[in-house]
């Protein structure tokens, strides 16, 4: 597969956004709360308080939610083992989509936060380029990607059907309308440091 059909592959993507009304069955989950099999978590996973991050690749506030919020969290709560972090795409629009499907190709979660955290710091790169695709390409091929693992990852239409099934998870069982949206132990909370540092705080004391 050369550029120009991976490119088309990529424009064929469906597009989302928060309002799409969306056909896909839920996912059988006894609480959507709780990771599931396939849910990227950053920590302990059988750390005493949960933080969801529902969040769009292309989206500027998550950006800036993953270059300055996050490394706090994860300094002050995750490497001292009280919180466990899930990471949930809820893509706003085609290329966000394609960056995710991407980023799921990766097996281990220390590869698929350092590539999701590669895209937010270049955001304003790839995002703007004349070329995404291959941009986003170039950066999976840092963390470990070849061509044709990215080629096979688009192409994954049962990853594609999950990040979207999850999507209508979160905003029909937990009210997820924008991103990024926080939830502090199934409580939606602010973005901002201080509002996270104080649900946790009272997440874990409680």
């Given at each position: 597969?050369?550029?120009?059909?991976?490119?088309s592959?990529?424009?064929?993507?469906?597009?989302?956004?928060?309002?799409?009304?969306?056909?896909?069955?839920?996912?059988?989950?006894?609480?959507?709360?709780?990771?599931?099999?396939?849910?990227?978590?950053?920590?302990?996973?059988?750390?005493?308080?949960?933080l969801?991050?529902?969040?769009?690749?292309?989206?500027?506030?998550?950006?800036?939610?993953?270059?300055?919020?996050?490394?706090?969290?994860?300094?002050?709560?995750?490497d001292?083992?009280?919180?466990?972090?899930?990471?949930r795409h809820?893509p706003?629009?085609?290329?966000?989509?394609?960056?995710?499907?991407?980023?799921?190709?990766?097996?281990?979660?220390?590869?698929?936060?350092?590539?999701?955290?590669?895209?937010?710091?270049?955001?304003?790169?790839?995002?703007?380029?004349?070329?995404?695709?291959?941009?986003?390409?170039?950066?999976a091929?840092?963390?470990?990607?070849?061509?044709?693992?990215?080629e096979?990852?688009?192409?994954?239409?049962?990853?594609?059907?999950?990040?979207?099934?999850?999507?209508?998870?979160?905003?029909?069982?937990?009210?997820?309308?924008?991103?990024?949206?926080?939830?502090?132990?199934?409580?939606?909370?602010g973005?901002?440091?201080?509002?996270?540092?104080?649900?946790l705080?009272?997440?874990?004391?409680?």
């Amino acid at each position: 597969m050369n550029r120009r059909q991976i490119l088309s592959l990529a424009a064929a993507t469906p597009l989302l956004s928060a309002g799409t009304a969306l056909v896909m069955p839920k996912l059988a989950l006894a609480d959507p709360l709780e990771p599931d099999e396939h849910d990227r978590v950053l920590g302990d996973p059988d750390a005493p308080v949960t933080l969801i991050e529902y969040s769009s690749l292309t989206c500027p506030h998550c950006a800036r939610f993953h270059t300055q919020t996050i490394p706090q969290v994860k300094k002050e709560w995750v490497d001292t083992g009280k919180v466990r972090v899930i990471n949930r795409h809820f893509p706003l629009d085609r290329l966000a989509l394609f960056a995710a499907l991407v980023a799921e190709c990766l097996e281990s979660n220390d590869s698929y936060f350092a590539f999701v955290n590669l895209l937010y710091k270049d955001q304003n790169v790839w995002a703007r380029s004349n070329d995404p695709v291959s941009e986003i390409a170039q950066r999976a091929r840092l963390v470990g990607l070849s061509q044709e693992d990215i080629e096979r990852c688009i192409s994954d239409e049962s990853t594609r059907r999950r990040i979207v099934e999850k999507m209508a998870e979160g905003r029909d069982d937990l009210g997820v309308n924008s991103t990024p949206t926080i939830l502090v132990d199934g409580e939606r909370v602010g973005n901002s440091y201080d509002a996270i540092n104080e649900a946790l705080n009272d997440a874990y004391k409680g």
